[in-house]
């Protein structure tokens, strides 16, 4: 099963969570997801994927 959610290293130990289909950063309530720290850039991506928070719709690919 393909992810549509990924977590990528932005530098400086900050990461960012992105679609997979096209490497733009994932936006929630207007706010993108990067510049987090890895455990919490981990914990939006499993919620992503577990359809427990949902992007904005205009951001879906």
């Given amino acids: 099963m ?34 987090l720290d890895r455990h919490r850039a981990e914990e939006c991506l499993g919620l992503l994927e577990a359809g427990e928070l949902v992007p904005d719709p205009s951001e879906d690919p």
């Fill in 2 to 35: 393909t992810k549509r959610f990924a977590v990528r290293e932005t530098g400086d130990d900050r990461w960012k969570v992105v679609y997979t289909s096209t490497g733009t950063v994932v936006t929630l309530e207007g706010s993108p997801l990067d510049d």
